[in-house]
Nanobody
Framework: QVQLQESGPGLVKPSQTLSLTCTVSGASITTNYYYWTWIRQPPGKGVEWIGSISWSGTTYYGPSLESRAAISRDTSKNQFDLRMNSVTPEDTAVYYC?????????????WGQGTQVTVSS
């Protein structure tokens, strides 16, 4: 059974950097042809693709956040990370990590439970 677990601070101050980690169990993040993705859902809004990292380490980003987001991985820990700089209250959302068959907001077969991140002073 594949499991994903998000972790990181639940409260971030404006202008600071948001840092989240997704720990994966039951599957390797280097297994061919899977994409490991960060998605968020602001309150009262739909889901938004932040970005993905492939099994080979190639990164892909959504157009609205690519200037502020960075996804990396630690294969020894079977984890992948999200860093997003210069956050504002509009970045307040539930953040999810997922596994999928392609980058983007669809075609995911496993999701983490999500973690609430609030941007506030």
């Amino acid at each position: 059974q594949v499991q994903l677990q998000e972790s990181g601070p639940g409260l971030v101050k404006p202008s600071q950097t948001l840092s989240l980690t997704c720990t994966v169990s039951g599957a390797s993040i280097t297994t061919n042809y899977y994409y490991w993705t960060w998605i968020r859902q602001p309150p009262g809004k739909g889901v938004e693709w932040i970005g993905s990292i492939s099994w080979s380490g190639t990164t892909y980003y959504g157009p609205s956040l690519e200037s502020r987001a960075a996804i990396s991985r630690d294969t020894s820990k079977n984890q992948f990370d999200l860093r997003m700089n210069s956050v504002t209250p509009e970045d307040t959302a539930v953040y999810y990590c997922t596994r999928g068959s392609r980058p983007g907001v669809s075609d995911h077969d496993y999701w983490g439970q999500g973690t609430q991140v609030t941007v506030s002073s």
